[in-house]
């Protein structure tokens, strides 16, 4: 477990604000307006949290992020 742990891809500060973005069940669009970043820069930061959580959807992500006490649900 320790192993697996370890060999994750580590989440930046942005990757963390953008999943609080998905956790709210924001569009990419919004993402964007929220952390004044264009709509392009928060379609690859979605994708880049999503394969970093090794989840295959925006939804997927959040249930793994909360899962792993990433986030704290509301």
Known sequence: KLAERLNRPTLTMRDLRVLEQLYKGLSNR????????????????VSQVIRKLDAKSRQEAVAVAI????????
């Open 67 to 74: 899962a792993r006490g990433i986030l704290t649900p509301t």
């Open 30 to 45: 919004l993402i964007a307006e929220a952390l004044d970043i264009t709509e392009r820069s928060a379609a690859v930061y």
